[in-house]
């Protein structure tokens, strides 16, 4: 069974802080990774995808990816109001054209 | 930014009656998907359809689902005899086709089933 593990929060950071966000996956196989972000009762829209070991940044998101120990996770830096929502991270075993397995979400609140 | 359109955003069924949730994906995308997630659970794959037939169902994706693109356009989740368990928000989700596309998901379909 392949899994996405996330702690679910919730995690309170105060606002312009940096809010870090983690996840692990039991599937080697997997090859590409989402961080999708959930307002409460809407559906998911994508912040970052990551394919490679490494970092990937855009605007005041990094995504960091190691294969090695299965692990992602999601830096939102000068952490806003806006950014309060529960944080999925998702994988799947190709590069594209197969489903996601999501993990359970953490939930976020920045603090004013 | 493109946009999947999902219909009804809310529908509220007795056990026991049919239901299909409709879903326009963007014109060019070529894989299509359905997930739902139960409230306070995570989001779960059904099934991913492409070509006119399934890729591939999860085990929730049982006999009492099926899904078309009847018309080309519109990509329906059928569940004929609905339980309660079955409450649950339904997320239509579709991708270009090529490695590494971004899959969008719909505003989804909230269904209740009392």
């Known amino acids: 069974q392949k899994e996405v593990e996330q702690n679910s929060g919730p995690l309170s950071v105060p606002e312009g802080a940096i809010a870090s966000l983690n996840c692990t996956y039991s599937?080697?196989?997997?090859?590409?990774f989402f961080w999708y972000r959930q307002y409460s009762g809407k559906s998911p829209e994508l912040i970052m995808s990551?394919?490679?070991?490494g970092d990937k940044e855009d605007g005041r998101f990094t995504a960091q990816l190691n294969k090695a120990s299965q692990y992602v996770s999601l830096l939102i830096r000068d952490s806003q109001p806006s950014d309060s929502a529960t944080y999925l991270c998702?994988?799947?075993?190709?590069?594209?054209?197969?489903?996601?397995?999501f993990g359970t979400g953490t939930r976020l609140t920045i603090i004013p | 930014e493109p946009e999947v359109t999902q219909t009804p955003s809310h529908q509220v069924t007795q056990m026991g009656q049919e239901v299909i949730l409709r879903c326009v994906p963007i014109s060019n995308h070529l894989y299509f998907y359905w997930y739902r997630q139960i409230l306070g659970q995570k989001v779960e794959f059904l099934v991913s359809f492409y070509n006119n037939e399934i890729s591939e169902k999860s085990e929730i994706f049982d006999d009492q689902f099926s899904v078309e693109r009847p018309d080309g356009s519109n990509f329906t989740l059928k569940i004929r005899s609905t339980k309660l368990e079955d409450s649950a928000m339904y997320f239509c989700?579709?991708?270009?086709?090529?490695?590494?596309?971004?899959?969008?998901f719909g505003e989804g379909s909230w269904l209740t089933v009392v």
């Open positions: 998702a994988a799947r075993s190709a590069f594209g054209n197969e489903k996601l397995t």
């Open positions: 599937d080697r196989g997997s090859q590409s």
């Open positions: 989700a579709c991708e270009a086709g090529t490695a590494g596309n971004t899959i969008y």
């Open positions: 990551i394919y490679s070991n």
